[in-house]
């Protein structure tokens, strides 16, 4: 296994045996599930997934590790590697039987990501959510933080608005460097993301594309100090935002959800008026 790490990929390797039991726990894989790992690197996760899923899918881009996964993996028939970009990968595309054009199984998505395109990432995913059973990944803490921040706190914002409109977002355990070789500067977080069902949804109004809630949100954060009547004013008026029952002297990281979504139809109902 001869392959050194690089930086451009975000590879850090995991190596510690008692955080790979712990993940593979987490996601606890049975063999009529199709699991997705993105990023697979040398197959530290994989060698586990492998032996648990009914399917395994793994999206590699450095095709210098191609060989590394094929030679460890290659026997296993319900193994099948795309060396791509997982940014520009249809998630969706994985669903379909290639026989009879049948939609199959949700995925488990699954993955050590790395980390200088996560958040991009994870707006990709969002746009695949329907065909997704749920996500566990390793992310920096930071950005786990996020995910599943409450109003009024700093990490709040329109990662967690967008990502807690869809799924439950939960922290399940914290990740130090020495996990990884070669060892990150941050710490890491595992995330258990689980979209929302219809039945289950939390969200008064669920009728809110993301499109224009992220939309919404990223203007109403573009200057975290103002408040919204001045991050909006461009968008929907300070009458607007009231007709919502929302104090426009309010700033975004008070708002709920619940809150993001109402001004969100308010705004769509003003584009088709
Ligand atoms: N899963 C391995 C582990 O835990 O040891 C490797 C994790 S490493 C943090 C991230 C992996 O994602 C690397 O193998 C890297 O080459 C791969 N990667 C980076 N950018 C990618 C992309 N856009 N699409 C797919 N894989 C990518």
């Known amino acids: 296994m001869n392959h050194k790490a690089r930086k451009r990929f975000g590879q850090n390797f995991l190596h510690d045996p008692n955080v790979i ?3 593979i726990v987490s996601i606890s894989a049975s063999h009529n599930e199709h699991l997705v ?17 009914g399917k395994l899918d793994v999206i590699e881009l450095d095709r ?11 026997t296993y028939e ?11 990968f249809s998630f969706a595309s994985l669903c379909r039987d290639e026989f009879s054009d049948l939609k199959m199984d949700k995925l488990r998505l699954v993955g050590n990501l790395p980390y200088n395109i996560s958040t991009p990432l994870i707006f990709h995913l969002l746009d695949n959510i ?7 990944f390793m992310l920096q803490k930071e950005v786990v933080e996020r995910l599943t921040a409450q109003p009024n706190t700093k990490a709040y914002g329109r990662l967690s608005i ?21 060892a990150p500067k941050v710490e890491s977080a595992i995330v258990r993301l689980t979209p929302k069902t219809h039945g289950q949804d939390e969200h008064k109004l669920c ?3 993301p499109e224009n809630l992220s939309f919404i ?6 200057q975290r100090r103002k408040t919204l009547r001045n991050n909006l004013k461009t968008i929907l008026s300070a009458q607007y935002i009231e007709q919502c029952g929302i104090d426009p002297g309010r700033r975004a990281e008070t708002l709920t959800i619940n809150e993001f979504v109402s001004l969100t139809n308010q705004y769509v109902q003003f584009l088709e008026a």
Request: aromatic share 8%.
């Open 78 to 88: 319900q193994f099948t590697i795309y060396n791509t970009d997982a940014l520009k």
């Open 64 to 74: 210098d590790l191609i060989p590394i996964l094929q030679e460890r993996f290659g």
């Open 162 to 182: 967008l990502v807690q409109y869809l799924c439950h977002a939960e922290q399940l355990f914290i990740v130090p460097p020495g996990a990884f070789n070669p």
């Open 37 to 53: 790992e993105i990023g697979p690197g040398k197959g530290a996760l994989t060698e586990h997934l492998v032996t648990d899923a």
């Open 207 to 209: 009728n809110a594309s």
């Open 21 to 23: 039991e712990r993940i």
């Open 130 to 136: 329907a065909v997704v059973q749920d996500m566990h």
């Open 217 to 222: 949100a990223k203007a109403a954060f573009a």
